[in-house]
């Protein structure tokens, strides 16, 4: 093989790598209008959740559950297979970055009438390379690097949201298991207020009335007890797929939420959202893919230039072996796609405008969401305590009344109104404490999860 040649293509290669450019667009952040700070001041003794943020609440067997649905939650297997195939596309798109290399080998036997039959055997190796001039290749491996870098995102957004289900349905089995107790409680009440009312009615001191009276309030109290035992059966059901397991026979073992301790959270500055928040990384590593595939499409419109190289290794009976190489380059242009390449570029501008707007989008809507949640953390919290104050100021009117009514100074329909106002804002306020409980919960999610202090 003449060594002229082959030199002169290897400087033609260099030459060519040298002049490799990339058609990327540079990635600039859109602009969103950032706040300044939150409407909502931080309380003075608040602290930086860390990555571990439901740990705050205080409870054991909700750390033991959190860690069992991270490690067997379906959505989260599911967010994992996804990472792989992230992974897989963006080896395969730095596939055509590297050189390709085959071999072959055939072996045949040749009869012949005027001889012996002659043995043929090749062995043969080749190599073939794309030079990435326009930085076509580059592109699409900065594209995929971009796509996996979302898929992780998406993950970690995956993750946060598997732990505020767990979170917010453990809260709302043990908030079912408060007002089962508050409704037992009222049922005791209401059967003692009935032993009495019944005493009365065989002295002659009260009427048949009473006892109608307090009989339906005893079946009212009653009938409300089905749907929490229910709504309590769902929740450990939903807890226990979220954990991946069969909801036969689980259970939870917390009897309320009166030993949760409600945490004081740190919320940062509002830009810190930008780096913390995974759906918002997610839309930018989108749209650093969509700039990447801009720049594939613009380098589509110039020339490819392919190498390409092989030897065979030929033997055969009675003759000596044999060596074939070659050395060649290939040049393509496109001349006319009949607008394939322009179709592909326009799509490409306009899907890069759309994750543009979609980014502009999440980050606004991400600080309407940490808003929201400051304004119903401290809502819920205002009204938690009215009504735990309610409830209170009903329980003293229910003694009141029942003291009245066994010394004969009120009538039994007194007793049945305070009765059923004092079942009413003890309720209340076990629901007002799960919308709180709920509500930090939305907070620490809004504010993307953990983080550092």
Same mark, same amino acid.
């Given at each position: ?179 089962? &107790?508050?409704?037992?409680?009222? #049922?005791?009440?209401? $059967?003692?207020?009935? +032993?009495? /009312? =019944? @005493?009365?009615?065989? %002295? ?62 740190? &919320?940062?500055?509002?830009?810190? #959202?930008?780096?913390? $928040?995974?759906?918002? +990384?997610? /839309? =930018? @590593?989108?749209?650093? %893919? ?164």
């Amino acid at each position: 093989m003449n060594s002229i040649p082959f030199r002169s293509a290897l400087s033609a290669l260099a030459l060519a790598m040298l002049a490799g450019c990339s058609l990327v667009p540079e990635h600039v952040r859109p602009a969103v209008e950032t706040p300044a700070a939150w409407q909502m001041a931080d309380a003075a003794n608040a602290q930086a959740a860390s990555a571990e943020w439901w740990k705050k609440f205080g409870d054991p067997e909700l750390d033991a559950l959190m860690t069992a649905a991270l490690g067997a939650n379906f959505d989260i297997v599911a967010a994992l297979a996804r990472i792989e195939q992230s992974r897989g596309a963006l080896r395969a798109a730095g596939a055509p970055l590297l050189p390709a290399v085959s071999g072959s080998s055939s072996a045949a036997s040749r009869a012949s009438d005027f001889g012996p039959s002659r043995e043929e055997a090749s062995l043969g190796l080749s190599a073939s390379y794309a030079l990435d001039l326009w930085g076509r290749y580059r592109a699409q491996q900065r594209s995929a690097r971009a796509a996996l870098d979302a898929t992780l995102f998406d993950s970690e957004a995956t993750l946060l949201l598997v732990q505020s289900q767990v979170a917010t349905t453990y809260f709302a089995a043990l908030n079912a298991r408060d007002r089962l &107790t508050i409704a037992a409680e009222s #049922l005791t009440a209401a $059967r003692e207020t009935y +032993r009495v /009312a =019944e @005493a009365r009615y065989r %002295a002659g001191s009260t009427s048949a009335l009473d006892i109608a009276q307090q009989r339906n309030n005893i079946a009212a109290i009653e009938a409300g007890i089905p749907p929490l035992e229910r709504e309590l059966a769902a929740n450990r059901h939903a807890l226990a797929i979220l954990l991946g397991r069969a909801p036969q026979g689980f259970t939870i073992a917390g009897g309320g939420t009166g030993h949760l301790t409600l945490p004081e959270i740190a &919320t940062g500055q509002p830009a810190a #959202l930008l780096e913390r $928040r995974p759906d918002i +990384r997610r /839309a =930018e @590593a989108q749209l650093v %893919a969509a700039n990447a595939d801009i720049g594939a499409a613009r380098a589509a419109f110039f020339p490819s230039l392919d190498i390409s190289a092989s030897a065979t290794r030929s033997f055969a009976t009675g003759l000596p072996a044999e060596t074939a190489s070659s050395l060649a380059a290939s040049l393509l242009a496109p001349i006319f796609s009949g607008g394939s390449l322009e179709g592909s570029l326009q799509s490409a501008r306009g899907r890069q405008a759309e994750l543009a707007a979609a980014y502009q989008k999440t980050v606004l809507t991400s600080f309407a969401e940490v808003e929201d949640a400051l304004i119903g953390a401290d809502s819920h919290a205002r009204r938690e305590a009215f009504l735990t104050e309610a409830a209170s100021e009903a329980r003293r009117a229910y003694d009141l009344s029942q003291a009245r009514y066994r010394a004969g100074a009120s009538d039994l329909l007194s007793v049945l109104d305070a009765q059923r106002n004092w079942l009413a804002a003890r309720d209340s306020a076990a629901q007002a404490r799960l919308a709180r409980l709920s509500s930090a919960v939305d907070l620490f999610v809004a504010l993307g999860g953990g983080w550092a202090s």
